[in-house]
């Protein structure tokens, strides 16, 4: 199971918009509604944002948002703020128990 | 609130093997999985497997197959995972987390982490 593809990097300004792609296959974000978005600062565990392709945990702003379409899954964070300054990972189902992980992105605000 | 606590940092020789616990509390721990997860130094993270703490069910990822075993205590409420044959590249921070049973589609919350170095 290869990892799924991210940008390495992504950065934008406080106030502004920023998208991340997540690019699988059709045995992976193709083929099911099960991708999840992660935050992971520094030296910290990671967080769950976004679940089921679009949905947001309790307690996590509705800044972040998320998409997809055929074998690729968005992210968006609007109205950057410093504390979005993190590392951000995609993971999608695979079928029988197995999951795969994108490559992280790194956003930054400038 | 769910939490999940893990043991603390590890040092191994080549060849040698490591076993992570996992103490869950806050939730009922039959009635979800617990997913390991691995991040190398600057790297991302790679997934290791799943285990069912319903009824011990597993899948592990190809690349761990015949390395790693995977259980739970329900006694305990506690999660391990076993690698064995430890090389340097396994070298990283082991997480786990918690996921929905029959399908695992999210992980929340995570364990604080547990690194282990392999190093002769």
């Known amino acids: 199971q290869s990892a799924l593809t991210q940008p390495p990097s992504a950065s934008g300004s406080p106030g502004q918009s920023v998208t991340i792609s997540c690019t699988g296959t059709s045995s992976d974000i193709g083929g099911y509604n099960y991708v999840s978005w992660y935050q992971q600062h520094p030296g910290k565990a990671p967080k769950l944002m976004i679940y089921d392709v679009s949905k947001r945990p309790s307690g996590v702003p509705d800044r972040f948002s998320g998409s997809k379409s055929g074998n690729t899954a968005s992210l968006t964070v609007s109205g950057l703020r410093a504390e979005d300054d993190a590392d951000y990972y995609c993971s999608s189902y695979a079928g029988s128990n197995n999951f795969v992980f994108g490559t992280g992105t790194k956003v930054a605000v400038l | 609130q769910a939490q999940l606590v893990q043991s603390g940092g590890e040092v191994k020789k080549p060849g040698a093997s490591v076993k992570v616990s996992c103490k869950a509390s806050?939730?009922?721990?039959?009635?979800?999985?617990i997913i390991w997860v691995r991040q190398a130094h600057g790297q991302g993270l790679e997934w290791v497997g799943w285990?069912?703490?319903?009824?011990?069910?597993?899948n592990y990822a190809q690349k761990f197959q015949g390395r790693v075993t995977m259980t739970t205590d329900t006694s305990t409420t506690t999660a391990y995972m076993e690698l064995r044959s430890l090389r340097s590249d396994d070298t990283a921070v082991y997480y786990c987390?918690?996921?929905?049973?029959?399908?695992?589609?999210?992980?929340?919350?995570w364990g604080q982490g547990t690194l282990v170095t392999v190093s002769s």
């Open positions: 285990i069912s703490a319903h009824n011990g069910d597993t």
């Open positions: 987390t918690r996921g929905q049973l029959p399908v695992a589609n999210w992980f929340d919350p």
């Open positions: 806050g939730y009922i721990f039959t009635s979800y999985g």
